[in-house]
């Protein structure tokens, strides 16, 4: 979420349900977004790992961790 976004929620709250939804669906999309971000650093091979300075063991205990965790 931008600053413009969070300025634009302050102005004009949203009513409590809008806001818990709102909450959920930024959480399952953050959730999505960690487990297609350590599905390709499953599929990466070691050069590229190199490329973006991880060593293999270290890139397959970032995969290993389930969706849910940061």
Sequence with gaps: MTALDMTTLARHPLPPL???LLR???VVVQWDLR???RQDLRAMPDFMLKDIGLDP???ASEAAK???RA
Excluded: E, K, N, V
């Design 66 to 68: 389930p969706f849910w």
């Design 35 to 37: 487990r297609r971000t």
């Design 18 to 20: 809008s806001r818990a």
């Design 57 to 59: 063991s270290s890139a």
């Design 24 to 26: 959920a669906t930024l």
